[in-house]
């Protein structure tokens, strides 16, 4: 036998293995698979118009395999809203009630579709015409084109509105030279954002070396108040010292146990020297050798005093009445003096500026300079 001979016979062979069976039962598919997405329910419309596409590429038309083949597709949460229809179907066209249902329960009404094209829309980092496209799928035959029209260059860019509202083109010509322009608008946007970052950092590198040359000089500004801090100090040690010796007369606190005189009161002892007779004589010529410093507003004269604690103000100089207060201060002879609060006074004495000091308010006959306003001055100068 040749070899075309066997070849003849074995497809003749495989003919009669492919003839259908001689009882007449043939092959039937009863099951045919179709992919339904998951439910979308923020457009319930356009998902429906999908998923009926599957069934007619499936070739489904029963409604009772398009009831269960939706009802595999709805989640948990979905099917809550129709959970009746599932524990009782419809006997007549399961699908098309269900189908009714989903779209009465999520689809959006026209009132918050009129509200959504009239205010809520915007063109944010999209396409216009992506935009467009969301416009006119809400409005659904709500609006004429012309009014569709100028919702949507209200919410495009002013360069780009201006250039289309002189066209007279459709509205997807329209959309598509909007898609232009916006690119370009975005090409330019970059080059602007570059070159702002070439000049903040530019403006930051300033802002550094600002920063630098502030912090030395908050350093310089430190060591000086350091310092004066150290002299304020000092100044305090030498307040105290006066203190500690304020009940020794002038000659005790100036010569000590050397000294030939004593005026009252001094509490120097075992020196050998009385008080002095003329311990009246002494004070006034002490006093006559005294420092006077003179206002030159008020013209009033004060007495300097560095062995007075704080500086006083006679009350008998004011033209208001004034308080007595708890407090005493204590004169050089131990006798009291009554106090009647404070006052800021502003003093010109011919420096360079003017200063300003708190002065107790006395009984006393003459303004006295203390101690205190000089340790002032010394440490502000």
């Known amino acids: 036998m040749s070899e075309k001979e066997d070849k003849s016979e074995n497809a003749d062979g495989d003919s009669e293995n492919l003839k259908p069976p001689q009882d007449g039962n043939f092959f039937s598919c009863s099951r045919v698979a179709v992919r339904v997405p998951a439910f979308w329910a923020n457009n319930v419309k356009l998902y429906f118009a999908q998923i009926e596409a599957n069934f007619r590429i499936a070739g489904i038309v029963s409604e009772q395999t398009k009831f269960d083949t939706l009802v595999a597709a709805l989640d948990p949460q979905t099917l809550t809203h129709v959970s009746d229809l599932l524990y009782t179907p419809p006997i007549d066209n399961p699908y098309t009630a269900l ?15 009129v509200r959504a094209l009239l205010e809520d829309l915007d063109l944010g980092d999209r396409k216009p ?14 609006v004429d084109d012309a009014f569709l029209k100028n919702l949507w260059l209200n919410r495009l860019p002013v360069n780009i509105r201006t250039i289309l509202s002189i066209s007279s083109e459709s509205l997807s010509e329209f959309a ?7 690119e370009y608008n975005l090409g330019e946007v970059a080059a602007v954002k570059a070159s702002k970052l070439e000049y903040c950092t530019s403006e930051l590198r300033e802002m550094k070396l600002q920063i630098s040359e502030l912090s030395k000089q908050v350093e310089t500004l430190n060591a000086r108040f350091a310092s004066l801090n150290a002299k304020k100090r000092y100044t305090r040690s030498r307040s105290k010292s006066r203190e500690r010796n304020k009940r020794l007369c002038f000659y005790h606190y100036k010569f000590g146990d050397r000294a030939h005189k004593c005026i009252k009161p001094c509490s120097f002892q075992n020196n050998g020297v009385k008080p002095s007779e003329i311990s009246v004589a002494s004070e006034t010529l002490v006093y006559g050798r005294r420092l006077y410093v003179q206002d030159m507003i008020t013209k009033t ?3 300097v005093d560095t062995g007075s604690d704080v500086s006083c103000y006679p009350k008998s100089y004011l033209n208001e009445v004034v308080k007595l207060q708890g407090t005493t201060l204590f004169a050089a002879n131990s006798s009291h003096i009554k106090i009647f609060g404070s006052k800021l006074l502003s003093l010109d004495l011919g420096l360079q500026r003017k200063l300003q000091w708190p002065f107790v308010i006395a009984d006393i006959t003459k303004p006295i300079i203390g101690a205190d306003f000089f340790a002032e001055i010394w440490f502000v100068s």
């Open 99 to 113: 189908k009714n249902r989903l779209l009465s329960e999520f689809e959006v009404s026209q009132n918050k579709k």
């Open 129 to 142: 015409s992506s935009l467009l496209r969301q416009m006119q799928e809400l409005s659904e035959g709500l």
């Open 176 to 182: 598509e030279m909007a898609d232009r322009m916006h």
């Open 301 to 303: 004269q004060f007495l």
